[in-house]
């Protein structure tokens, strides 16, 4: 009688009898799921948004002349982009720089002031109770449903019994109220700012302005900034409200001067500038690309994450 010593091996056939195990691929947290339509859909926004800019930045190059002989999205054998830009900013005794003057007077006293008041109305209708509480939020809701061209009769009748027409403050004073910040701020604070703090800097002797300042504002930060662009950006590009409140060509900002520049060739005798009105275009939204790339790092949320531990 004989023994085997050793490890049975299996045999041949076992290893063609034995059945597979599927192999289950499992999808990690961190690796989103691609969708094939969300990403034509994404690319066919950013063509969509692009596009303009192209087109601005390709006709700018061109002079008068070649914006007539050439294709629109393709540039011109003369590249006049440099001299455009001379030629914008030298034409009619410099205006266009005057009106990139006022328009960030207007956008450094109104945009910055619409974001500070909208910071401390936020935080005090977030972080205080007083009576009346409930009628200030409704008021603000309403607000921001009223738009604003609705309002631009009544302020101009207001302002014109004051004297205030024709002057920056037509434009400064309507610019500092900021309905949609407001909320925004509002509702921001409420969870970016933890009660624990501001209790733990009272305990330890801190002023309410003081906790404002110290506590509360290097919280709010992201919520700032973001109020902050929204009324630049609705401050640079507003229109209606300096076309009913300014006649002195003094105190346009640039949307109104080159609506100006670009209608004179309707006139009797105007001049037609069509490469000026591009270049002049191209120069006025440099200054909010800048704004948003600058800024864009601030945008970070759950800057209060892990400062209170419960």
Aim: hydrophobic share 50%.
């Amino acid at each position: 009688m004989t023994t085997t010593t050793g490890p049975v091996r299996p045999t041949a056939s076992l290893k063609s009898t034995a059945p597979r195990l599927r192999t289950v691929r499992r999808r990690t947290a961190g690796r989103p799921r691609r969708s094939v339509l969300l990403t034509v859909l994404t690319g066919v926004v950013l063509v969509y948004s692009l596009l303009p800019l192209v087109w601005l930045l390709i006709s700018a190059t061109k002079s008068q002349q070649g914006l007539a002989r050439s294709f629109g999205l393709w540039f011109d054998s003369d590249f006049d982009l440099w001299h455009n830009i001379a030629a914008t900013f030298t034409y009619q005794d410099g205006v266009f720089g005057r009106w990139l003057l006022n328009t960030l007077l207007y956008v450094v006293v109104g945009a910055g002031g619409a974001t500070f008041l909208a910071v401390l109305g936020g935080y005090a209708l977030a972080k205080f109770a007083f009576p009346g509480k409930r009628a200030v939020f409704a008021v603000v809701i309403g607000a921001v449903a009223v738009p604003g061209t609705a309002l631009a009769v009544p302020t101009f009748l207001m302002f014109s019994k004051m004297g205030l027409t024709d002057t920056p403050w037509a434009v400064i004073i309507p610019s500092l109220i900021s309905p949609f910040g407001l909320y925004l701020m509002w509702v921001f604070a409420t969870e970016a700012i933890p009660t624990e703090l501001m209790e733990a800097a009272r305990i330890d002797g801190a002023s309410e302005l003081r906790t404002f300042f110290t506590v509360a504002l290097p919280l709010l930060a992201p919520g700032t900034v973001t109020v902050l662009l929204f009324t630049t950006v609705a401050t640079w590009n507003n229109y209606f409200l300096p076309l009913i409140m300014l006649k002195d060509p003094d105190w346009y900002p640039l949307t109104l001067g080159l609506d100006s520049w670009n209608k004179q060739a309707q006139t009797a005798g105007g001049e037609a500038i069509p490469h000026l009105v591009l270049t002049g275009s191209l120069l006025t939204i440099v200054p909010l690309i800048a704004a948003f790339l600058l800024l864009q790092k601030y945008w970070q949320s759950g800057l209060s994450a892990g400062s209170v531990k419960e």
